[in-house]
């Protein structure tokens, strides 16, 4: 591999059934990451494969008890599916480079259709979810039948719009899903937003109670900090009451 060149190495014996590839990198948000971590531990994925390139931040991520490279590809036995991520922003310079070397190993193995997860970030708590899709007509029917929405007009930055835009004018479709994502707390609820038009859109079955369990969680602390909020404030206008009374 020479100094310009970003390659994929396979570390294990595979079968690609015209998979459907979910993505998820760290970009404005972790959103998709979180995701792809997540589908990965749920539908029980094993990786597969790896990509070295100079502009892949040489570091080594601990994670399911193993050492391993940040950028990983998974699969699951059958085949049917594959999760690509990485931990680690790419260098500018070989977004190029790192989705060309992709691209070309995923036209091998022939995806049934590619779909990058993204944030769109916001402050505070959302209370509103819409899932958005950035797509061709032909592959957004599926998701506006879902309820998706169209994104309009977006520009998709990163490794995710480097290997859409490489994807273009290839036998690959590939589709956006983002959603509004809070970048000041943890926010499960976008994971499970995204996850729910994965399992109908793309007919999988990836468990959604841990994450039900964690937006109950969340909800639940939210309205109990409200609540001792309201709490604090009637109290201040009470004594403001009395002190106005009595002097």
């Given at each position: 591999m020479?100094?310009q060149?970003?390659q994929?190495?396979?570390i294990?014996k595979?079968?690609?059934k015209?998979?459907?590839v979910i993505?998820?990198f760290?970009?404005?948000?972790?959103?998709?990451?979180?995701?792809a971590?997540?589908?990965?531990e749920?539908?029980n994925?094993h990786?597969i494969?790896?990509?070295?390139?100079v502009?892949?931040?040489?570091?080594?991520?601990f994670?399911g008890?193993?050492m391993r490279?940040?950028?990983?590809?998974?699969?699951?036995?059958?085949g049917?599916?594959?999760?690509?991520?990485?931990e680690?922003p790419?260098?500018?310079?070989?977004?190029y480079?790192?989705a060309?070397a992709?691209v070309t190993w995923?036209?091998?193995?022939?995806?049934?259709?590619?779909v990058?997860?993204?944030?769109?970030?916001e402050?505070?708590?959302?209370k509103?979810?819409t899932?958005?899709?950035a797509?061709?007509?032909?592959?957004?029917k599926?998701l506006s039948d879902?309820g998706?929405e169209?994104?309009g007009?977006?520009?998709?930055s990163g490794?995710g719009g480097?290997?859409?835009?490489?994807?273009?004018g290839k036998?690959i479709?590939a589709?956006?899903?983002m959603t509004?994502?809070s970048?000041d707390v943890?926010?499960?609820?976008a994971v499970?937003s995204?996850i729910?038009?994965?399992n109908?859109a793309?007919?999988?079955?990836?468990?959604t109670?841990v994450?039900?369990e964690s937006?109950?969680?969340?909800q639940e602390?939210?309205?109990d900090?409200i609540?001792?909020f309201?709490?604090?404030?009637?109290?201040?206008?009470?004594?403001?009451t009395e002190?106005?009374i009595?002097?």
């Amino acid at each position: 591999m020479n100094e310009q060149d970003a390659q994929v190495i396979e570390i294990d014996k595979f079968q690609a059934k015209n998979p459907l590839v979910i993505l998820g990198f760290v970009e404005n948000t972790t959103l998709g990451l979180l995701t792809a971590s997540y589908v990965i531990e749920e539908a029980n994925l094993h990786q597969i494969a790896q990509i070295k390139s100079v502009h892949i931040p040489p570091v080594t991520v601990f994670v399911g008890g193993k050492m391993r490279p940040p950028f990983r590809i998974y699969s699951n036995k059958e085949g049917t599916i594959m999760v690509i991520t990485c931990e680690v922003p790419i260098d500018d310079e070989g977004l190029y480079e790192v989705a060309s070397a992709l691209v070309t190993w995923l036209e091998r193995i022939s995806p049934s259709e590619i779909v990058v997860i993204d944030g769109i970030p916001e402050k505070g708590l959302i209370k509103e979810r819409t899932v958005y899709a950035a797509a061709e007509s032909t592959n957004f029917k599926k998701l506006s039948d879902l309820g998706v929405e169209s994104a309009g007009s977006a520009i998709i930055s990163g490794i995710g719009g480097a290997l859409i835009n490489e994807s273009l004018g290839k036998k690959i479709n590939a589709v956006s899903l983002m959603t509004l994502t809070s970048v000041d707390v943890p926010d499960p609820g976008a994971v499970l937003s995204i996850i729910n038009v994965l399992n109908k859109a793309y007919k999988l079955s990836i468990g959604t109670e841990v994450l039900e369990e964690s937006v109950k969680k969340l909800q639940e602390q939210t309205n109990d900090i409200i609540n001792k909020f309201n709490e604090i404030q009637k109290e201040k206008g009470q004594k403001q009451t009395e002190q106005s009374i009595y002097g």
